[in-house]
């Protein structure tokens, strides 16, 4: 064991701050108090943390409470039996989580029961009221080697099954620092890997969003499958492996769905892709706008762009189902895209995703393969376009990025870079119509229902939604533009349904 070293600290000039408020709030109320976990190991390598663990001698569940009340902050109750509560400040330019924890005996006990070497690490919060200098840190485990060696390692072997959503929390921070699991540690999470069973959905989802932030999702995605996390995570994708597919694709249904990410990524300018990657960017969309959209937050913790990245891990998770063998020797997957969306909404209601995160993952899947049906010859109108964006709704741009990436995860070595070049134009030509033409997407209002009930006498119905639709389409076709166009274009309408 590693024992007691003294090194100097650097946190943000912010965080220190908000640790000496603190310190001296808890010195006053005599409690006894350390600085653990990942804000420790995060100063030590000089990486930004908003996260703050301390461990306090006390009852955290009072002492929490009342340094809330003293610094203008919520409180909010994390575990009731293990004692731990968290404390929320937010300021215009930061928002801060203390989590406070109580251990009973010696911190040293404490740091034993805590997951990886480079988070049993602690310093006496007393000492941060006088300098960030020569700071005694308590390191029992060797975590300071660990953490100048880049190593994940568990502190005890029990470490998964006292919470297993370590298991995940393993690969995340291997992922955020580049660290290397060590081979033990791995071992273990081989081992316990079915307890992931036991964690609650909004842990996982957590865990799982901050893997799919990352700029090499795709990898770690591939490494949690190694490791047999990933499909004791979303059992469904067990299904695919082995499933094989027409000619056209270069892998299984599975070995597809991570590529799909691992492409997907590439197209966010995020990873690389080993096959022409150079030809292939070369004349897919990209701009700063689009960087924008898909940095946009959707829920707390996920982005347009890392839920880009989730519907391209599930787009195809309905296809064993949903093959079929045809006479004439050709395969088919009919209705997969449709009862994969309903597959999708299951696992993601499982997890504790959002409405909002759901609906919107939903719908890629639903339509990933709607951006080549647009147009079977050139490109397609903005009669095909409107009704693309109408039923897509808020997921139109990123299912085209999906469909480029289902594209190039499809061929692989085996990309037809002239085909590719038509299905890039094509989704650059729906984008240049959705962000120059705002009128094909949402057509400025001409006529409503009221009109249609006063000038022509219908009633109201179906009808008068139906005509309503028929103008939009006819509007973002570019077929009219005045409310007189438009009168006359529904008398039409009408008088040849009379005729019929």
């Given amino acids: 064991m590693g024992g007691q070293k003294f090194l100097k600290l650097y946190p943000e000039p912010k965080i220190s701050q908000l640790l000496t408020k603190v310190s001296l709030f808890l010195t006053e109320q005599g409690v006894k108090s350390y600085l653990v976990g990942g804000l420790v190991r995060d100063a030590l390598l000089g990486r930004a943390t908003a996260d703050i663990d301390i461990a306090v001698a006390s009852d955290a569940l009072k002492i929490a409470p009342k340094l809330a009340a003293a610094l203008g902050g919520k409180y909010v109750l994390l575990d009731e039996i293990n004692r731990v509560g968290r404390v929320i400040l937010v300021t215009e330019a930061n928002r801060w989580e203390i989590d406070f924890s ?70 995340r921070l291997a992922a955020e620092l580049r660290f290397n699991i060590d081979a033990q540690t791995e071992s273990l999470i081989r081992r316990y890997c079915h307890l992931l069973t036991q964690v609650a959905g909004e842990r996982v989802r957590e865990e799982l969003l901050r893997l799919l932030v990352m700029p090499q999702a795709g990898q770690f995605l591939g490494y949690l499958d190694e490791l047999g996390l990933l499909t004791v995570m979303i059992p469904e994708l067990a299904q695919t492996k082995g499933v094989l597919q027409p000619k056209e694709h270069f892998w299984d249904v599975f070995d597809h769905s991570i590529k799909t990410v691992v492409a997907a990524c590439f197209l966010l300018r995020q990873e690389a892709w080993e096959y022409d990657s150079a030809d292939v ?32 891990l599930l787009h195809d998770i309905a296809k064993p189902q949903a093959k079929a063998i045809e006479a004439d020797g050709r395969m088919r997957f009919l209705g997969h895209a449709k009862e994969g969306a309903a597959m999708t909404v299951n696992i993601l209601e499982r997890l504790r995703f959002s409405g909002k995160e759901v609906k919107l993952v939903e719908n890629m899947v639903l339509y990933h393969l709607r951006p080549l049906q647009m147009s079977h010859a050139g490109l397609p109108t903005r009669r095909a376009i409107y009704r693309y964006f109408r039923d897509t709704g808020e997921a139109g741009i990123d299912i085209l990025f999906l469909s480029l990436a289902d ?53 109201p119905g179906p009808k008068i939604g139906e005509l309503l639709e ?7 076709a570019g077929e009219l533009a005045t409310r007189e166009e438009t009168l006359a274009y529904i008398r039409k309408q009408l008088v040849s349904e009379v005729r019929k």
Wanted: one cysteine or more; a negative charge.
């Fill in 281 to 312: 960017l070369a004349v897919t969309p990209w701009s700063e706008v689009l960087a924008q959209h898909f940095a946009l937050e959707v829920s707390r913790g996920s982005t347009r762009g890392s839920l880009l990245k989730l519907a391209a």
């Fill in 102 to 171: 109580t251990f009973r005996d010696s911190i040293e006990q404490d740091l034993a029961q805590r997951d990886f070497t480079i988070d049993a690490m602690a310093i006496d919060l007393s000492q941060l009221t006088k300098c960030y200098t020569d700071l005694q840190l308590i390191d029992p485990f060797n975590g300071l080697g660990d953490l100048h060696q880049g190593v994940i390692r568990t502190v005890s072997e029990t470490a998964f099954q006292s919470d297993a959503a370590r298991l995940l929390r393993a690969v």
């Fill in 407 to 459: 594209h190039l995860a499809a061929r692989g070595p085996y990309l037809d870079l002239n085909q590719w070049q038509k299905h890039a134009q094509l989704a650059e030509h729906v984008l240049s119509q959705r962000f120059q033409e705002e009128s094909v997407v949402t057509p400025p209002k001409l006529i409503d229902g009221h009109d249609l009930i006063n000038i022509f006498g219908l009633s």
């Fill in 470 to 476: 028929a103008v939009r389409e006819a509007q973002a």
